[in-house]
Each structure stands twice: as C-alpha cells, then as structure tokens.
Nanobody, 112 residues
Framework: QVQLVESGGGLVQPGGSLRLSCAAS????????MGWSRQAPGKQRELVAA???????NYANSVKGRFTISGDRAKNTVYLQMNSLKPDDTGVYYC??????WGQGIQVTVSS
C-alpha cells in the first residue's frame, strides 16, 4: 500500500518561508508527474505547482516567483519551497504523484 506523507507546514508570519516535503512509502514502480495543490477555506482545490513527466514545471500565477517545486523520483519525494508568503497562501496543501496517489494534506497558515 502506498502512502504519501507531507511535512513542514505550520504557522508563519507574512513574508516568511516554509518548505513542504512529501515522501512516499510503499511500492511505487515509477513516478512521472509530481505536484502540489492547496485548498483554502470555502474555496475549491487549486493546483499550485507541478512537474510533468517531461520535467516541465508549471506554477499557478499567484505563486510564480515565490514558490519553487523540486522532486527526486529515485527517492519518491517532492518538495515545495515557499517564500514571501502571504495570508492568501493559507490553506491545506496536498502533494500528489501522477494524480493517483495523494497525501492527507498539511495545514499552512500565514498570519501575523
């Protein structure tokens, strides 16, 4: 059974930084795409950043220049470096591999 576990969330002041990690346990033969999504209170889940199977990286316009996604397929891990955080970045963040396996979500709160 495959499980994805996120870590690194928490409470941070506006302008601060957090680094989210997502590690998969269990047997995954191969990973192609990796991504991070988030869901703010009362809003739909939105894609934040993704690495495609061809290693193209895409970001939501709202996080471009502030967030950086990186991954290591050999280690079944994906990261999200978040800088210059804003209150609008508050939400539950989810990682996924190939849109098939999903983490349970981790809370990120940006507030003074």
């Amino acid at each position: 059974q495959v499980q994805l576990v996120e870590s690194g969330g928490g409470l941070v002041q506006p302008g601060g930084s957090l680094r989210l990690s997502c590690a998969a346990s269990g047997s995954i033969f191969s990973i192609y795409a990796m991504g991070w999504s988030r869901q703010a209170p009362g809003k739909q889940r939105e894609l934040v950043a993704a690495i495609t199977g061809g290693n193209t990286i895409n970001y939501a316009n709202s996080v471009k220049g502030r967030f950086t996604i990186s991954g290591d397929r050999a280690k079944n891990t994906v990261y999200l470096q978040m800088n210059s955080l804003k209150p609008d970045d508050t939400g539950v963040y989810y990682c996924d591999f190939d849109g098939v396996w999903w983490g349970q979500g981790i809370q990120v709160t940006v507030s003074s």
